[in-house]
């Protein structure tokens, strides 16, 4: 729909900018004009400049600027035409919409009811919850235990969903509406397909959990996440997507924090509900949270709109690490010389609320303050695992900050870091900057571009959830990358596994196939069956090993992906938990048949250590040739750079001195066929 330029000049001329951006700036007359704190960025002297005769903003410290549209889109992250019917809707105007066909008109205005009916819903059902706290002692107890006072309580809208299973069904008198399951209050089980809409069975999401509501900018209610009182799996459950919810874009918080951006100075990203609410109880109002996933780029540029320095907080054991590391990729495009991008990895005993209740508030903020910026950890994570005492490590280093350093915006920061890294690797920035330069990223076999992922930066690829892990490497134009057997088509010639033998007299590891019919199982096949099986190793998998794992091709890809997801948003979770969240998903069939086949009987009691032992070394010798294979694929892109590429045969030599350690590793635990 495109909304008539007469229209929108009539509409900047009705509104006052005065009025619109007073409603969330504090504006005091200076003159001709209005002044005031700026919003976007964090400032002590007010150097925003509103005007009321050319309805115009203007911050002398940013540069941010616009009309009262260009406000709402900003501030209150609506779109552009949605920030037109909010303002058109202010002043009581009607936007045309002559140029748009009578479908497209009835399905906007069908989508614009929808959304508000859904927020309605999502209003009233937290009000609801609020009330049930009232007569909820355990619930009070526990919010008691956890140090967070009625105020507190009351600023974030907290409350309780009872333990019954049709407790709505006294606040919506018809339960049976669809609008409450397109909300992700109630679960509608249909029994796969077996039943019809009026047999099938509802009940409420959320029982016996505290529920925290999920508000947008505009503080309207998109979603809740609720926390069970006791140990119960999952911990804590989201609100699925909705058409007024993705948690790939929303932070728990942000309604309540914006202002607090200004006043603090800086953003606190944490990693649950109940560090927010006890960080604003405990002196920072600051702190806002992902929901149950991984930071995106959504989740920067939507800070970034408020302010110019984030601190993201992490725990500091390995499950910390790797969380920091996705938040690291997501931030990456935003790093420009004006802005703050910090990391804070607190004891591993300690979370951001017990740390400053043993420490105190003062002690937390030093902390923050002396956080690690942006640029030092992008070059410890480049250069994990390489051994820069070696030139096959300072050429693995090199290969894996490429990728890094090319998402970042170009700037000051970005060409210092070029420097700094070609220190590290005995290279002169020309040098590197060149090779970097002769070297294009990743390609297809045949010479075509990687495609791009959704929402990731342009150029950006390889060790950080790109298609190659060494994007310097250009294949030849007949290599193609390993495949691996799957439920699909298959695409190449299906090896024959035999136990205790070679496969085609190459390097091969024997596989002993599962119980029941079918194919044997291919690498992939294992992994899969082994982390279903106990999840809490995928936990205890490197970086690397988990984005192999997730650029797999097909449905194995896709699986431990979503495996991933799980592991951020609930923890770690038993089979049986994991089989019911892979309903109705694309790769169910493949956990299913993998986890069918492979079922056995109990553990024999006592042997329960010993059989967690067993399992983890198997899987351990699965990546190992599963990486050592896609390290093989590499050095063949390396040979056939030889004669083009100066420095390919210095990455093929870095790459075998990869290979042999994992050769040696496999042999000393006798995974090695002979």
Same mark, same amino acid.
Request: charged share 25%.
């Given at each position: 729909?495109?909304?008539?330029?007469?229209?929108?000049?009539?509409?900047? +001329?009705?509104?006052?900018?005065?009025?619109?951006?007073?409603?969330?700036?504090?504006?005091?007359?200076?003159?001709?004009?209005?002044?005031?704190?700026?919003?976007?960025?964090?400032?002590?002297?007010?150097?925003?400049? @509103?005007?009321?005769?050319?309805?115009?903003?203007?911050?002398?410290?940013?540069?941010?600027?616009?009309?009262?549209?260009?406000?709402?889109?900003?501030?209150?992250?609506?779109?552009?035409?949605?920030?037109?019917? *909010? %303002?058109?809707?202010?002043?009581?105007?009607?936007?045309?919409?002559? !140029?748009?066909?009578?479908?497209?008109?009835?399905?906007?205005?069908?989508?614009?009811?929808?959304?508000?009916?859904?927020?309605?819903?999502?209003?009233?059902?937290? *009000?609801?919850?609020?009330?049930?706290?009232?007569?909820?002692?355990?619930?009070?107890?526990?919010?008691?235990?956890?140090?967070?006072? $009625?105020?507190?309580?009351?600023?974030?809208?907290?409350?309780?969903?009872?333990?019954?299973?049709?407790? %709505?069904?006294? @606040?919506?008198?018809?339960?049976?509406?669809? %609008?409450? +399951?397109?909300?992700? %209050?109630?679960?509608?089980?249909?029994?796969?397909?077996?039943?019809?809409?009026?047999?099938?069975?509802?009940?409420?999401?959320?029982?016996?959990?505290?529920?925290?509501?999920?508000?947008?900018?505009?503080?309207?209610?998109?979603?809740?996440?609720?926390?069970?009182?006791?140990?119960?799996?999952?911990?804590?459950?989201?609100?699925?997507?909705?058409?007024?919810?993705?948690?790939?874009?929303?932070?728990?918080?942000?309604?309540?924090?914006?202002?607090?951006?200004?006043?603090?100075?800086?953003?606190?990203?944490?990693?649950?509900?109940?560090?927010?609410?006890?960080?604003?109880?405990?002196?920072?109002?600051?702190? @806002?949270?992902?929901?149950?996933?991984?930071? /995106?780029?959504?989740?920067?540029?939507?800070?970034?709109?408020?302010?110019?320095?984030?601190?993201?907080?992490?725990?500091?054991?390995?499950?910390?690490?790797?969380?920091?590391?996705?938040?690291?990729? $997501?931030?990456?495009?935003?790093?420009?010389?004006?802005?703050?991008?910090?990391?804070?990895?607190?004891?591993?005993?300690?979370?951001?609320?017990?740390?400053?209740?043993?420490?105190?508030?003062?002690?937390?903020?030093?902390?923050?303050?002396?956080? /690690?910026?942006?640029?030092?950890?992008?070059?410890?994570?480049?250069?994990?695992?390489?051994?820069?005492? /070696?030139?096959?490590?300072?050429?693995?280093?090199?290969?894996?900050?490429?990728?890094?350093?090319?998402?970042?915006?170009?700037?000051?920061?970005?060409?210092?870091?070029?420097?700094?890294?070609?220190?590290?690797?005995?290279?002169?920035?020309?040098?590197?900057?060149?090779?970097?330069?002769?070297?294009?990223?990743?390609?297809?076999?045949?010479?075509?571009? @990687?495609?791009?992922?959704?929402?990731?930066?342009?150029?950006?690829?390889?060790?950080?959830?790109?298609?190659?892990?060494?994007?310097?490497?250009?294949?030849?134009? !007949?290599?193609?990358?390993?495949?691996?057997?799957?439920?699909?088509?298959?695409?190449?010639?299906?090896?024959?596994?035999?136990?205790?033998?070679?496969?085609?007299?190459?390097?091969?590891?024997?596989?002993?196939?599962?119980?029941?019919?079918? +194919?044997?199982?291919?690498?992939?096949?294992?992994?899969?069956?082994?982390?279903?099986?106990?999840?809490?190793?995928?936990?205890?998998?490197?970086?690397?090993?988990?984005?192999?794992?997730?650029?797999?091709?097909?449905?194995?890809?896709?699986?431990?992906?979503?495996?991933?997801?799980?592991?951020?948003?609930?923890?770690?979770?038993?089979?049986?938990?994991?089989?019911?969240?892979?309903?109705?998903?694309?790769?169910?069939?493949?956990?299913?048949?993998?986890?069918?086949?492979?079922?056995?009987?109990?553990?024999?009691?006592?042997?329960?250590?010993?059989?967690?032992? !067993?399992?983890?070394?198997?899987?351990?010798?699965?990546?190992?040739?599963?990486?050592?294979?896609?390290?093989?694929?590499?050095?063949?892109?390396?040979?056939?750079?030889?004669?083009?590429?100066?420095?390919?045969?210095?990455?093929?030599?870095?790459?075998? /001195?990869?290979?042999?350690?994992?050769?040696?590793?496999?042999?000393?635990?006798?995974?090695?066929?002979?």
């Amino acid at each position: 729909m495109t909304i008539p330029a007469s229209f929108i000049q009539e509409l900047i +001329a009705r509104a006052d900018v005065v009025e619109i951006v007073g409603r969330y700036v504090q504006l005091k007359k200076a003159g001709a004009n209005f002044m005031g704190l700026c919003p976007f960025h964090g400032e002590k002297s007010p150097s925003f400049s @509103v005007s009321p005769t050319k309805q115009f903003y203007h911050c002398f410290g940013c540069g941010v600027h616009g009309n009262a549209i260009g406000f709402l889109m900003e501030h209150a992250g609506m779109g552009f035409v949605e920030a037109v019917h *909010d %303002l058109a809707g202010q002043y009581g105007l009607q936007v045309p919409e002559d !140029d748009a066909s009578p479908a497209e008109r009835a399905r906007a205005a069908s989508q614009r009811q929808k959304q508000a009916t859904l927020t309605d819903v999502l209003e009233k059902a937290g *009000d609801a919850y609020r009330k049930h706290l009232r007569q909820a002692p355990g619930a009070i107890e526990y919010l008691k235990g956890r140090g967070v006072s $009625g105020e507190v309580a009351k600023q974030f809208g907290i409350g309780y969903a009872p333990a019954g299973w049709r407790a %709505l069904a006294s @606040v919506f008198p018809d339960y049976d509406d669809p %609008l409450l +399951a397109e909300s992700g %209050l109630v679960i509608v089980n249909n029994e796969e397909g077996k039943l019809s809409d009026e047999e099938a069975k509802r009940y409420d999401r959320f029982r016996d959990r505290v529920m925290f509501p999920i508000r947008n900018v505009k503080g309207e209610c998109i979603g809740f996440g609720g926390r069970v009182l006791g140990d119960e799996k999952p911990k804590y459950l989201n609100s699925p997507e909705t058409p007024v919810f993705s948690k790939g874009r929303e932070l728990y918080g942000l309604y309540e924090a914006r202002a607090a951006f200004r006043d603090r100075g800086y953003a606190l990203v944490t990693e649950g509900y109940m560090d927010v609410v006890a960080l604003a109880q405990l002196g920072f109002p600051n702190a @806002v949270a992902t929901l149950g996933t991984a930071c /995106t780029t959504e989740h920067v540029q939507k800070l970034f709109r408020f302010t110019e320095s984030v601190v993201f907080s992490f725990d500091g054991d390995a499950a910390g690490r790797r969380a920091a590391r996705k938040a690291l990729d $997501g931030a990456l495009p935003y790093a420009t010389d004006v802005r703050s991008i910090k990391f804070l990895f607190l004891p591993a005993e300690h979370d951001p609320d017990s740390f400053i209740r043993e420490h105190g508030a003062e002690a937390f903020a030093r902390f923050v303050s002396e956080a /690690t910026p942006l640029s030092r950890f992008m070059l410890e994570a480049a250069r994990e695992g390489c051994d820069l005492t /070696t030139a096959e490590g300072r050429a693995h280093m090199t290969s894996n900050v490429r990728p890094l350093w090319s998402a970042m915006p170009d700037g000051a920061l970005k060409r210092q870091l070029l420097s700094e890294i070609a220190t590290l690797v005995q290279l002169d920035a020309p040098a590197l900057s060149e090779l970097w330069a002769s070297t294009p990223g990743p390609r297809k076999a045949g010479g075509a571009p @990687v495609p791009q992922r959704q929402g990731e930066p342009s150029g950006y690829g390889g060790g950080s959830g790109g298609d190659d892990y060494y994007p310097d490497m250009p294949p030849p134009q !007949d290599y193609e990358p390993p495949r691996y057997e799957s439920d699909s088509k298959p695409r190449f010639q299906q090896r024959k596994f035999v136990k205790g033998k070679r496969w085609g007299g190459k390097f091969e590891e024997p596989i002993e196939p599962l119980r029941g019919r079918g +194919a044997p199982p291919s690498r992939p096949d294992v992994a899969v069956r082994l982390l279903l099986s106990n999840m809490a190793q995928w936990e205890a998998l490197s970086h690397e090993l988990h984005v192999m794992l997730c650029d797999l091709p097909g449905q194995h890809g896709a699986l431990f992906t979503w495996l991933d997801s799980q592991l951020h948003e609930h923890g770690v979770q038993p089979w049986a938990a994991l089989r019911e969240g892979l309903r109705g998903l694309d790769f169910e069939p493949l956990a299913e048949r993998l986890m069918s086949v492979s079922e056995a009987g109990p553990v024999p009691e006592g042997e329960e250590a010993q059989h967690l032992a !067993d399992a983890a070394r198997e899987l351990s010798s699965v990546l190992d040739f599963m990486l050592d294979d896609l390290l093989k694929a590499q050095q063949s892109e390396a040979i056939a750079a030889v004669g083009k590429d100066p420095k390919a045969l210095e990455r093929y030599k870095a790459l075998e /001195t990869r290979r042999l350690e994992l050769r040696a590793r496999l042999r000393a635990s006798g995974s090695e066929t002979a």
